[in-house]
């Protein structure tokens, strides 16, 4: 399978802990995205990389959260303290080195957070 | 602020009818409108995208027609299966922005029936 991976797939978390989820782009794809969807949502976008660097974060993204993304392969996104808001799905998506139009993002399953 | 305003928020539709699904946009940097398909549990698989200088476009049953001025888009799913009943998403994206971000409506949930 060469689409994109995320792990662990469920992760159920006191609140107060912290979690950690990963994820593994489409090979050579230069871009990454994280976004979060809540039940009866669409996902809304929380920070993207182009190679290595984080481009930008959304408000969404507080304090309490931290991507990276070394080396521009494998991604990873922390969650500190959680809250029991923070229960969600977290998606993760890759697009490839952009030639003229394209913009497909293709998404990976998803990491279920179950804050309790 | 509800930037993609999607319509209905679920549809039950008979074996081989027609699905519409309807999107309306604020931003008009918005200049990419891909259309998602998600199933319970999974993440959302890109069905079909398009661009603002055509009007319509067809992949299989999957057709998007767009109206610029009137920054409206729509899907539409002939011969509908129940192998389609998933939650639809449509989505905006503005390619002269920093991040290429997808800006989401919130789904329609398709039933099919047999």
Known sequence: DTGVSQNPRHKITKRGQNVTFRCDPISEHNRLYWYRQTLGQGPEFLTYFQNEAQLEKSRLLSDRFSAERPKGSFSTLEIQRTEQGDSAMYLCASSPRGKQGSYEQYFGPGTRLTVT | ?114
């Open chain 2, 1 to 114: 602020q509800q930037q993609v305003k999607q319509s209905p928020q679920s549809l039950i539709v008979q074996k081989g009818g027609i699905s519409i699904i309807n999107c309306a946009y604020e931003n008009t940097a918005f200049d990419y409108f891909p259309w998602y398909q998600q199933f319970p549990g999974k993440g959302p698989a890109l069905l079909i995208a398009i661009r603002p200088d055509v009007s319509e476009k067809k992949e299989g049953r999957f057709t998007i027609s767009f109206n610029k001025s009137a920054k409206q888009f729509s899907l539409h799913i002939m011969d509908s299966q129940p192998g389609d009943s998933a939650t639809y998403f449509c989505a905006g994206l503005n390619s002269g922005g920093s991040n290429y971000k997808l800006t989401f409506g919130k789904g329609t949930l398709l039933t099919v029936n047999p």
